[in-house]
């Protein structure tokens, strides 16, 4: 017979995806707050140009030459392609190979409740990927340096996180390779998408 929940369990089980997003968005108020980054935004108007902006502010010991408005649209663009590659390479032409581990993973009409967590995650990733890439960016082709670049950023996702799902997670080879390649290659478009979009502030002046 099954021990009775304590009230402990009861209150970690409905803690849920909405409040981690409002734990989320206090840590960002308090962040803002402590080094005073709302008194610019209300003269910005433009998406891009806001957060931009932000970025500036809150990094702006990187240097006059980054272009935060390039930034910005470089994140928001990446991370569309980031979910239009997972939805046709996980979601349909591998999807069959997660059937054998429902026990592992949750169904599929229970992950809509989380994936406004997962959009605002993937995109503070990709804004930290294009924050990495403008800071080394050595000029020449976008798509060369972002494919570079990719490689490695892909290599290390794959090392850090498909490799230890498949030693803790009860998933079978065949299953941890197509994650594995489908996560570089998935990357691997991250970066050449950034490598695109982004291009330093001194450039466009010429």
């Not at 979601?91 to 169904?107: E, H, M, N, Q, S």
């Not at 229970?110 to 959009?119: E, F």
């Amino acid at each position: 017979m099954d021990a009775e929940p304590t009230a402990g369990t009861h209150q970690f089980q409905s803690f849920d995806c909405a409040d981690l997003i409002r734990i989320a968005l206090v840590a960002l108020l308090a962040t803002a707050t402590w080094f005073r980054l709302w008194e610019p935004l209300p003269r910005l108007t433009d998406v891009s140009c806001c957060c931009g902006s932000f970025m500036q502010l809150a990094l702006g010991v990187v240097g006059g030459a980054m272009n935060y408005a390039r930034l910005a649209t470089a994140a928001v663009v990446s991370t569309v392609a980031y979910y239009v590659y997972g939805f046709l390479v996980e979601g349909l032409l591998i999807r069959k190979d997660f059937a054998p581990y429902t026990a592992v993973y949750r169904p599929a009409e229970a992950v809509p409740r989380y994936m406004p967590l997962g959009l605002v995650c993937t995109l503070i990733a990709t804004f930290v990927i294009a924050l990495i890439y403008a800071k080394g960016y050595e000029g020449g082709s976008g798509a060369a340096e972002g494919a570079r670049f990719g490689l490695l950023v892909a290599l290390f996702v794959v090392c850090i996180f498909v490799v230890p799902n498949y030693v803790t997670l009860n998933i079978g080879g065949k299953l941890a390779a197509e994650l594995a390649l489908s996560t570089f290659f998935q990357w691997l478009l991250v970066c050449i998408v950034i490598g695109l979009i982004y291009k330093p502030a001194i450039t466009e002046m010429h």
